[in-house]
């Protein structure tokens, strides 16, 4: 990848990372040089100010919009049934790591910490958030820990229908085929992740 290239990526990413909502200003503005350095191999001064600059930009954009959000958004209804399931013995995180091995890893690791053990878990990770902050939807991964292999897979299956029926009890609607082969769809809809205010609850 060119160093121009490289540039649009990091250019994108900040954008991302902004209307995501996850990292907080100071989280996200202190992470650019190791990003840019991750990319290109060394640090460039003169790119960490640009990606800097820009991002400030667009948190100032986005602060302004979200003040504008005083109806409950999807993502808070998101927010909302993932409390749920957490509540409920299922692992329920949202943009685990930035791969599916990634996102298995942090369930897992959640998992282990708990006082009683989950049932199963559902996630979305960081390549996922990039297409649900697109306009294009989110996928959700899940599976049960449920040790006895006879088991696993009907334990699995009722995790993503519980999965299902939470979400769609909490307002957001889903697609599954039933399948283990296929994730949780979550269709197209405006990405409005809240970072600095708090949904209005009935």
């Not at 049932?119 to 006895?148: I, K, P, T």
């Amino acid at each position: 990848m060119s160093k121009d290239e490289s540039r649009k990526h990091l250019l994108a990413r900040v954008e991302c990372a902004v209307r995501g909502g996850f990292e907080g200003e100071e989280e996200l503005l202190e992470g650019l040089e190791q990003w840019v350095e991750d990319e290109l191999g060394e640090v460039d001064g003169e790119l960490v100010e640009e990606l800097g600059a820009r991002a400030r930009k667009l948190l100032q954009e986005q602060r302004v919009l979200e003040a504008s959000w005083s109806e409950p958004t999807l993502n808070d209804a998101l927010d909302s049934a993932f409390e749920e399931l957490n509540a409920n013995g299922i692992v329920a995180l949202e943009n685990a790591g930035y791969t599916m091995s990634d996102g298995w890893s942090d369930v897992n690791e959640v998992a282990s910490y708990q006082d009683t053990p989950p049932r199963g878990a559902v996630f979305y990770h960081g390549q996922d958030l990039e297409r649900g902050v697109a306009g294009q939807g989110l996928m959700l991964a899940f599976g049960a820990y449920e040790s006895n292999s006879a088991k696993h897979e009907a334990a699995s299956l009722a995790i993503a229908r519980e999965v299902c029926d939470t979400l769609e009890r909490h307002g957001v609607k889903t697609e599954w085929n039933g399948s283990l082969e296929e994730r949780i769809r979550i269709p197209p809809f405006e990405w409005r992740k809240r970072r600095w205010t708090e949904v209005a609850r009935a």
